[in-house]
């Protein structure tokens, strides 16, 4: 799976939008770019994927770029509860055929949302 | 009960002792997942579970036991662990590929862990 990487940290002002952003520029054509976040000491919570088109659902917006090398996370409203670390992950998905479970981690942005 | 349910929440044990943690998901996915995860280090995969077969094990001491007695649950034996072995223990599940009718996604959905302390 092709590497990503995020900056280590953000802050965002409560009721603002975050725009949380990630570079994969050796992404192949059948990786999907994956979001997950995960609060202190929880279980990371599944966010948001999509392969090259933009994607939008409860949570949040992704926005990939054409030559889909870079991807931006934007959460519309950021409360306080979004306070966690965002990880973005570049994975084959399984339309691409065969069986892939590997969902590698790496060090993620943490993003403080402030009152 | 709805998603990936793990019990206990917390553990402490001791070295001589054996404990299991158990993973239930209520989301009809036929591939279940344990990590790893110790402070500050990226999340480890240990083992994987497809159609109740072992997978994948990622170089786990023997100490570490999985099961996984049907699709919907999978455990954890623990035994004779040492103090580093304290972290949180993460079990997720999914679908595989081939996917059921209907679906188009093999996302993993995580349970909420479970805090090991080995003194």
């Known amino acids: 799976d092709a590497k990503t990487t995020q900056p280590t940290s953000m802050d965002c002002a409560e009721g603002r939008a975050a725009n949380l952003p990630c570079n994969h520029s050796?992404?192949?054509?059948?990786?999907?770019v994956y979001w997950y976040r995960q609060i202190h000491s929880q279980g990371p919570q599944y966010i948001i994927h999509?392969?090259?088109n933009n994607e939008t659902n409860e949570m949040a917006s992704l926005i990939i770029t054409e030559d889909r090398k870079s991807s931006t996370l934007i959460l519309p409203h950021a409360t306080l509860r979004d306070t966690a670390v965002y990880y973005c992950?570049?994975?084959?998905?399984?339309?691409?055929?065969?069986?892939?479970?590997?969902?590698?981690f790496g060090k993620g942005t943490l993003l403080t949302v402030n009152p | 009960e709805t998603g990936v349910t793990q019990t206990p929440r917390h553990l402490v044990m001791g070295m001589t002792n054996k404990k299991s943690l158990k993973c239930e998901q209520h989301?009809?996915?036929?591939?279940m997942y344990w990590y790893k995860q110790s402070a500050k280090k990226p999340l480890e995969l240990m083992f994987v579970y497809s159609l109740e077969e072992r997978v994948e094990n990622n170089s786990v001491p023997s100490r570490f036991s999985p099961e996984c007695p049907n699709s919907s649950h999978l455990f954890l034996h623990l035994h004779t662990l040492q103090p580093e072995d304290s972290a949180l223990y993460l079990c997720?599940?999914?679908?595989?590929?081939?996917?059921?009718?209907?679906?188009?996604?093999?996302?993993?959905?995580f349970g909420p862990g479970t805090r090991l302390t080995v003194l």
């Open positions: 050796t992404i192949s054509g059948n990786e999907y």
């Open positions: 999509g392969l090259k």
């Open positions: 989301l009809g996915h036929n591939a």
């Open positions: 997720a599940s999914s679908h595989l590929y081939p996917l059921p009718s209907g679906m188009s996604t093999d996302t993993q959905y």
């Open positions: 992950i570049v994975r084959v998905g399984a339309l691409s055929g065969g069986s892939n479970y590997k969902l590698t």
